[in-house]
Structures are given as C-alpha cells and as structure tokens.
C-alpha cells in the first residue's frame, strides 16, 4: 500500500472519531476471598534474608512449582507448542545443580563458584537458594516467566521470600554453564527465609 493511500485512510479514521473515543468501564472490586487471590494479594518481592537454610522437602516442592511434572504428566506452567525445554538451574549447598522436572532430581552440574556472576547487588548473596532459568531464543522469557511467577506465588503461599532479577552476568553465565548457542540465560531468582 503506498504512503498516500495509508495516510489518507488513517485521517479519515481519525476524523470520523472511531479511534480516539475516551470511554471507560467502571469495574466491581475484584472479590479476593478464594486461596488463590489471597496468595495473589500477598506476593511481593523481598531484598532482605535469614540465614535459615531451605531443606530438601521445600526445595522440591519449589522446583516442581517451576517446573515439575503435574498429575496430568505435562508441566506445571505452560510452554510455546508444548516444546517443554526450559533449563532450571540451581545454585544451592556450593554446588551448581540442573532439575529434572520429570525425575523430581537435582543432578549435580558443576563445583565452580557461579555467584560472581549474580552477585550485582550485594543483598543477593544471602539468599540460600538461587535459581537460573535457561530457555531458547524464541521462547525462554516466556517460559521463565511462567515458571518464576509460580515460584513467586508459592513463596507468598508458604512463607519465603523471593525476588526475580535481571541484574545478572548472563555472558558470563552462558559460558560458565557450557550453553549452547541457541539457548540464553533469561532471569535469576533468589529464595531464602525473610529476614526476621
């Protein structure tokens, strides 16, 4: 379509006031009495951590809320075309570990020291438990998305603290865990007790 016709059938839209009306829907107060919009309500980032360790128990009920495998024997968050290749990593007891989400396993990846490059902001460094979502190109933020706001909800539900972070070294990252090409290192969560 050529520049004249567009911008002739754009004013012409634009005159006739079928873009531009300023209407509004007065919307009932959201009714916030079931579970699932209390934890809603409740979530909130947190910056400030206990030094109380997480145990294994909240550990895998976190993951599987990142990831897991549910009863219906897909995943606990949705993915693109059901492609289910998002990476969780774990920094967790000096280690690097990867969940496998099908297995409910923390397999051990690497011994290397890996904070330096999520340690951008000091409060980061008292959190116990640091998750890493890995994803595709295409489809990765997305994916973490799903998966961080899981683990934000179950959080709120359960008493921890949690803070998703871009703020990350994921050059650094994507070498140090040996990425392929294809994949990119997307969001860093810590998960930790709040501080009392």
Known sequence: MNKKIFYGILGSVLLNGTV?????????????SSELMKIIDARKSGRAYSNKPIDNQELSN???????????GTRTIPTA?????????????NAVWEYDGKENVLNKYSDTDLMPYLTTQEFVKDAP?????????????????????????????NGLSSVVRGLIDRDGLHKALDLSEDEVVTYHQTLAYPQE
């Open 129 to 157: 438990v640091h998750i890493i979502y890995v994803g595709d190109k295409k489809y990765g933020e997305v994916h973490s998305g799903s998966a961080y706001e899981n683990v934000s909800l179950y959080a709120a539900a």
């Open 81 to 93: 075309r059901n492609q289910q290749n998002l990476r969780v990593f774990v920094f967790y007891n």
């Open 62 to 72: 976190v993951l599987w809320a990142a990831f897991g495998t549910n009863s219906h």
């Open 20 to 32: 531009c009306k300023a209407e509004s829907i007065n919307l009932p107060q959201p009714d916030t």
